[in-house]
Nanobody
Framework: QVQLVESGGGLVQAGGSLRLSCAAS????????MGWFRQVPGKEREFVAV????????YYGNSVKGRFTISRDNAKNTVYLQMNSLKFEDTAVYYC??????????????????WGQGTQVTVSS
């Protein structure tokens, strides 16, 4: 059974930092990419970042470029999202997700096969 488990969310002041973790288990993820989405109530889930677990190549959504960094630890099947210079508008539930590499549509949640349960990030202004 595939599981993605996020951790690291919480409350932080604007300008501060948080690091999210996502631990994957239940299958081999060597040919997968893992990424992050976020969602606020009443809005669609928004793409944040994705990283290839094989090559380390990464890609970011425009709203987080230059502030967020995705990284991986293949030995632990874990990806991280380092979030710096947080803004009030970064407040959301953050979801980890995994997709097979080579599938078109990096920013589309429909192309992701597995999802975590989400972790809340709240940025106070």
């Amino acid at each position: 059974q595939v599981q993605l488990v996020e951790s690291g969310g919480g409350l932080v002041q604007a300008g501060g930092s948080l690091r999210l973790s996502c631990a994957a288990s239940g299958r081999t993820f060597s040919t997968y990419s893992m990424g992050w989405f976020r969602q606020v109530p009443g809005k669609e889930r928004e793409f944040v970042a994705v990283m290839s677990l094989s090559s380390g190549w990464s890609y970011y959504g425009n709203s987080v470029k230059g502030r967020f960094t995705i990284s991986r630890d293949n030995a632990k099947n874990t990806v991280y999202l380092q979030m710096n210079s947080l803004k009030f508008e970064d407040t959301a539930v953050y979801y980890c997700a995994a997709r097979r590499e080579g599938v078109l549509g990096l920013e589309s949640q429909a192309t992701y096969d597995y999802w975590g349960q989400g972790t809340q990030v709240t940025v106070s202004s």
